[in-house]
């Protein structure tokens, strides 16, 4: 299974962005897909995460501002951006908990993160 993260930039605070993640590759089934952050200097934190039937949790900085969404039928996540603020700055990476084949059992996959920068 391999993630593809898209839709970083550089945005005034303010404004929005729409991030997206594709799975693709041998994919037998996905179940949670998750977007954490990690900033300059500080550790990787959960930023969403939604469930195969779209059960969806936010860390409390991003409550209200952002919106975690999937496409089952494409295999990709989405995450909407408002309100952006200068500390929403970071790489943004995308994670799914996926099986390969039937006979695997689902592991965590990880693409390679998109920059966003929100400046003041």
């Known amino acids: 299974v391999q993630l593809q993260a898209s839709g970083g930039g550089l945005v005034q605070a303010g404004g929005s962005l729409r991030l997206s993640c594709a799975a693709s590759?041998?994919?037998?089934?996905?179940?949670?897909m998750t977007w954490y952050r990690q900033a300059p200097g500080k550790q990787r934190e959960l930023v969403a995460d939604?469930?195969?039937?779209?059960?969806?949790n936010y860390a409390g900085s991003v409550k209200g501002r952002f919106t975690v969404s999937r496409d089952n039928a494409k295999n990709t996540v989405y995450l909407q951006m408002n309100s952006l603020k200068p500390e929403d700055t970071a790489v943004y990476y995308c994670?799914?908990?996926?099986?390969?084949?039937?006979?695997?059992?689902?592991?965590?996959?990880w693409g390679q993160g998109t920059l966003v920068t929100v400046s003041s």
């Open positions: 590759g041998s994919i037998f089934s996905i179940n949670a």
């Open positions: 994670s799914a908990d996926a099986r390969s084949t039937r006979w695997d059992a689902s592991r965590s996959y």
């Open positions: 939604i469930t195969r039937d779209s059960i969806t």
